[in-house]
């Protein structure tokens, strides 16, 4: 499991800076205009990574090498969704630190007093993706790949702006509260444990 892990990021260790333009850029054209720019930041960042390593996956055709290794596909598929999951933590947290970064150096943007909360919710949108994402990429793979990936990202762009007016109602309707964020953080978790077990399930009947 572990080197399967290493595997991921050794494999995307030269395609580093993309991550880091996706983090600059984002940051440069979120943060000056919106205040969920820290949303957007993290979960943007976070699931361009993911996509990033997928393709990476693809080009090399890593699955067809790795299935021919004494590994199951069950840990190949456990290795990616553990990935996902880092990359998802870095994504959030590294636009947390950003907007610190920001709030103390710019306070005329007069950006949100953000909370853990926000970084919940920024974690939780990304592993919704993830959950809806890995079963198509699995499934489809390197035919309906490239597909996949533009589908995800201009449905991100497009549902940018009605995201940030649901939080804004949200928050100002005060509808947030402990029973409401366990409720959630339990559906996304069996969402995200579902996802991986129906993975599973089509990269075992997959022929590589």
């Known amino acids: 499991m572990l080197n399967l892990l290493r595997k ?5 260790r030269s395609s580093l800076w993309t991550i880091l333009l996706y983090l600059v850029v984002f940051s440069l054209a979120f943060i000056p205009k919106s205040e969920m720019s820290m949303y957007f930041v993290g979960i943007y960042t976070a699931f361009g990574s993911i996509i990033l390593a997928t393709m990476i996956d693809i080009k090399n055709h890593n699955h067809n090498f790795l299935v021919t290794l ?7 598929v456990q290795a990616k ?3 996902a999951i880092l990359f998802t933590l870095f994504g959030v947290f590294a636009s947390f630190g950003i907007h610190w970064l920001v709030d103390l150096n710019f306070p005329e943007l007069n950006k949100p007093n953000y ?3 926000d970084i919940m919710v920024s974690v939780g949108m990304v592993l919704v993706l993830v959950s809806i994402y890995m ?3 699995y499934g489809l793979s ?3 790949a490239g597909i996949i990936n533009a589908v995800f990202m201009v449905s991100l762009i497009v549902l940018a702006q009605p995201f940030a007016l649901f939080m804004s109602m949200v928050n100002e309707e ?8 366990t409720a959630i953080s339990f559906g996304i978790i069996l969402l995200f444990c579902a996802s991986y077990l129906l993975t599973i399930r089509l990269f075992s009947r997959k022929d590589l």
């Open 142 to 144: 390197k035919k309906g």
């Open 81 to 83: 969704y553990l990935s």
């Open 174 to 181: 005060g509808m947030i509260n402990g029973r409401v964020i």
């Open 8 to 12: 991921d990021f050794i494999a995307i």
């Open 135 to 137: 079963p198509l990429f």
């Open 115 to 117: 909370s853990v909360l």
């Open 70 to 76: 004494p590994v199951s596909r069950k840990n190949i």
